[in-house]
Every structure is written in C-alpha cells, then in structure tokens.
C-alpha cells in the first residue's frame, strides 16, 4: 500500500482522506484529486482500518452537509466578531463578556427565540425538546447556542472558568427533523421561516440593528467611541459589517434565502441606526444607562475640543463652547444620560451635538454672513502683517482656504475608495446546494480575471489598511498651505467689557424663525439656497467629518439656538398669538 504524500493543489496541506469510490480528498479545503488508493492485497487490511475509514467518511459527508443552525446564530456570531473588532480598537473586554452578552441574551428571551420555556423554533415544527430538569432557569443558563456544534459563546473567562459553572443549565437541546435538515431553501433552518415572519411587537434581527446592539454597548460602558466613529469604522472594514458572514465557520453553510438575511449592499446610515438603537433599547426594556458625567467622553465639552481640534480651529474657542452648552443645560446629566423607559425614549446624538454647538460660537464670532467674516479676516490679515512676533489673530480666510483644500483632498479619496469598493464577497453565496459548484467555478474565474487585470493595468502593490484613529486629519506637521490655527488668538473678535470678554458682533440670526408644530415628523428643513455661503461649507465641511446630512446638522444647530434665546423664540410666539387674536375680532 502506498501513501500519497504530495501537496494539495489548493491549500499546499499534507492531509488526506479518501472517498467512497477509492480517491484522495484534502481533508482541510475538501479538494478531490484524480488519484485513487492503489492496494496491494485487500485481504492485508484489518476490520478495525474499514471502520475508521468510515468514521472519517461520516465525517466528510457531516461536513458537506453542514451544521444544524438557526438564523440567530448567525447573528450571534456576527455580534462575537464585532466585538472582537471593537476589542482590537481598545474597547475592554468587558463590553464583549458582560454588556454585549446580556443584551443578546435578553434580545433573545424578549423575541422568544432562546432562554424561555417555549421558543419560537417548537411552535411550528415536529420537534422534541430535551431538558435535563424542566424546573430549570433559562435566563440563568450558560451562553450556548441553540445548536450542538457551532461558534464559540460569548463569555470565555470569568464564570465559566469557576467550577460553579457545572451546575448551570444549558439551553435546551432542540432536535429538528430529518425534512428540516435537508432544507434546499436555505441553509439555516429557520432560514424561509424567519424571511417570512411578521409578528406585532417584536424588532426584528437584521445585520444593521448588529450595530445598534454594539453601540448601546459601548454607550452602556461610556466608551470613547461614539456614533459616527462607529459608522466610520465600520466604512473602514475595522469592524465587520459588509459581507460579514464570511467569518461563518465552514459547516455553518449559507445559501437561498439566508442570502437576503445576511448579504448586505448598502453602507449604514446615521439616522438608521440612531432610530434602530432607540428602537432595540425600547424593546429590551433597558434600565437608565449609567450616567454621562462632565469626566466622560462624550459630554460636549469633551467632544467640542476634539472636534475643534479636528477642523483646527483655535483652542480659545473651547471657552465659548462650554459657556454656550452651560447656558443651554446641554451638559447637565439627566439631559445626557439615555433612558429607554422614560415616556420619550431618545438618546442624544453627542457627536452632532457637540458640532451644533461650534457651528452656534462661529456665528457669535463671525456672523457667517458672507460680510463680516472677511472683514474681520481683513482685519486680522493686517494686524499679523505688522505684528509677526506676536501670537497671531484667527484669520477665517485664511483658515477657509486651509480647509477647503484638506476637505476636497479627502472628500476625492472618500468618494474614489467608494466608487472601488467590491461589494462581492470572497465567499461565494447561491440560491441552493445544487448550483453550488457552478457559483464557485464562477468565481474562482472571476478572481482569476481580476488578478491577471490588476498586474496589466497597475503593477504597484496595494496599499496597507490604515490603523484606525478617531481624528481623520492632523495638524502637528505645518506647511505653506496646511497652518495650524490652534494657538491663534481670538482678541480680532473678542473685546474687553469690565473683566469679562464680549464678541465685537453684536448680530445673530437664527437659522429657524418658525419650528414645526408638535405633530411633526421633522423640526426643521434645510434648503442651501436660503443661507450664505460661509454657513453652507461649515455644514458641509462638519456633515462630513460625520458622515451624516446637512440638514440633520442644520436641525440640530436650530434646537441649540433655541434653547440659547428662549426670549427670543418667546416673543415671536407672543406676537404671532396677538395677531390671530385681532384676525378673529
């Protein structure tokens, strides 16, 4: 009997089995050869050598086959992968251990689909449920998943490793039928089931509300990582999003309609997701989270000096913001912190808010009309003219001109690596087991045509992923025409009253006259034409930074401004009143 001792084509791996009809298979990527077995004398071989043949085919064709899994598996592994991602970023583990598990175990308790005494997945199907003792506690229960083989549970450390963890109960173990198994619509199987499900009252699991559960986590634990990071690094292929089901272990096999449930085509979106988090928080039922104190990252005055670092604005102005967010009552902790059990569940978007906040000082200082901006520009053009030596004056031209170039430099980058994104996976899907080797023949040859393509019409190697960083640009390095503003001073615009400092403006205009009635959807709408133009690039120039609309900047300038002249709003209440009162007479 000779042994096959060549490389597999595929992987390079040494390790054969052999298949029913004699020939070699690699037992790591599954590749079956031409060659065959050649045996000297059939009478040679034992018993006990046909017997762990078989084993090893039992195990080829379970593998073929593929796990038994639900379709909330899948998400839980895509939960485990984004923690481990978020991990990597400097998140501690305990988002991934303790916050994030809780919440999916209680996702999974409130949809009825684990951790309570009849799931969802026995309802409908001729099934039987195995528990060791019926008096057991589910919501108690170690963190396994609903099938006997599959990814790895959150919780690794902590519990599990006591030896308390024996005497916990397991979740019960659901046998499905042999018609289940064999599901040619799907390869979970749950798969057409769950598509199709409609039920009052319960918030769906899809891979966008993945994120909402991961930053309700980093909320929880006050992390520094707020929404639009989140949305950023995961735009960034930091943290898996698109196509993350090629982190699915093998046997958990993904065709037909599990397709639509986790391929996904399009980049999340700020206001989807802010709605998604309310949405999912509402229905676990989540206590108040802890409380957003003045030390936490994500109160505005935090956020105002890194965003003013950011857009390199001078560090004079972090006075103004926090006077600004004092005098509104943005910064106290009962208007920050989220509570999704009070009649009006709603978190604040700390990063829009923070932003609203330095567009509101702008127009103290600067009116942002397309007048006083450049005469006071002027102004301190002259003045850093004959005053070299001195600390410089904030010119807003020249800061303008410093901005707009970095802006459209990194806008072109943005839109040129969206325009090449790759939206197909590596991993092939199809809509049944049986066109699966068609599908991957296919894309075995179009990898093929891209590489040949690539070394014709660009030989240079790619570039590396960049290392993720919550400042998308850098101001240390000073050039001709990257200057960094941070240390100029503010005196062009500020002016001495008694021992206080006054602006020089003493206009202001509001960017709403009218907010819509109560009833509205919308507070506000945004329409460029209707404002000036410094105002629409300090928009664009932070909607940006943010990846979110204009208009949703815009509406969050507007409430801040409405809180900061409450007179002001009062008294055009008073006299649109008093004039509906004289129609009537």
């Not at 198994?181 to 699991?205: F, N, Q």
């Not at 807003?396 to 996976?425: G, H, N, P």
Request: glycine share 4%; proline share 4%; aromatic share 12%.
């Amino acid at each position: 009997m000779k042994e096959f001792k060549d490389r597999c084509s595929q992987c390079a791996a040494v390790s054969w089995g052999l298949t029913d009809e004699g020939k070699y298979y690699c037992t790591s990527c599954h590749n079956v050869t031409e060659r065959s077995r050649e045996v000297i004398n059939t009478g040679a071989i034992p018993n006990t050598k046909i017997q762990a043949i078989n084993r090893g085919l039992k195990r080829k064709r379970k593998l073929e086959k593929g796990w038994d899994w639900y379709v909330c598996e899948g998400f839980q592994h895509i939960l485990y992968q984004q923690a481990k991602a978020l991990q990597t970023l400097g998140v501690g583990p305990e988002l991934k251990n303790e916050v994030l598990h809780n919440f999916w175990k209680r996702y999974l308790q409130k949809s009825k689909q684990a951790y309570c005494k009849n799931p969802v997945y026995t309802s409908r199907r001729k099934t039987t449920v195995l528990e060791d003792n019926p008096s057991h506690s589910d919501w108690d229960s170690e963190p396994e998943l609903l099938s006997d083989l599959s990814c790895p549970s959150f919780v690794e450390s902590g519990a599990e490793s006591q030896p308390e963890v024996h005497a916990q109960k397991s979740l019960p173990i659901i046998k499905a039928s042999q018609s289940e198994t064999a599901s040619v619509c799907s390869g979970s199987l749950d798969g057409v089931e769950y598509s199709l499900r409609k039920e009052k009252g319960i918030v769906k699991m899809t891979v966008p509300r993945t994120l909402a559960f991961c930053y309700l986590s980093l909320l929880w634990q006050r992390e520094t990582i707020t929404l639009a990071d989140l949305l950023r690094f995961v735009e960034e292929e930091h943290i898996p999003y698109i196509n993350a089901f090629q982190h699915f272990p093998e046997e958990m096999k993904l065709y037909g309609r599990d397709k639509g449930i986790f391929a996904i085509e399009s980049w999340p979106n700020y206001e989807d997701i802010y709605k998604k988090i309310i949405e999912v928080a509402t229905f676990l039922d989540l206590p108040r989270f802890p409380d957003i104190t003045e030390d936490c990252y994500l109160h505005p005055n935090i956020l105002c000096m890194k965003y003013l670092m950011e857009v390199n604005l001078p560090d004079e102005m972090h006075d103004l913001t926090c006077h600004v967010v004092k005098v509104t009552g943005i910064g106290e902790v009962d208007f920050l912190t989220f509570d999704p059990i009070a009649k009006k569940a709603k978190t604040v978007k700390y990063d829009v808010q923070a932003v609203a906040v330095i567009v509101v000082v702008l127009k103290l200082l600067f009116l942002l009309d397309d007048n006083l901006e450049w005469s006071l520009s002027n102004i301190a053009e002259k003045y850093n003219e004959k005053n070299e030596e001195d600390k410089p004056w904030f010119d807003f031209r020249k800061w303008y001109q410093v901005m707009k170039k970095a802006i459209d430099e990194k806008k072109q980058k943005w839109e040129e690596a969206r325009a090449k994104y790759l939206w197909k996976s590596e991993k092939p899907l199809y809509h049944s087991a049986i066109n699966r080797s068609v599908v991957y023949k296919r894309r075995e040859m179009v990898v093929s045509l891209q590489k040949q393509f690539s070394t014709l019409v660009d030989s240079t190697p790619a570039v590396e992923k960049k290392s993720p960083s919550s400042f998308q640009f850098s101001w240390t390095e000073e050039g001709s025409d990257r200057t960094c503003f941070h240390g100029h001073s503010l005196q062009g615009v500020l002016k001495q009253k008694g021992q206080s400092l006054m602006t020089k403006n003493s206009l202001y205009w509001l960017s709403t006259q009218k907010f819509c009635k109560s009833y509205c959807k919308h507070v506000t709408t945004y329409e460029e034409s209707n404002f000036s133009l410094s105002y629409q690039f300090i928009l664009n120039l932070f909607s940006f930074l943010l990846r979110i609309k204009t208009s949703l900047l815009h509406e969050e300038v507007s409430l801040i401004e409405k809180r900061l002249f409450k007179a002001k709003y009062s008294t055009t209440k008073k006299k649109s009143s008093r004039s509906r009162k004289v129609r009537k007479c």
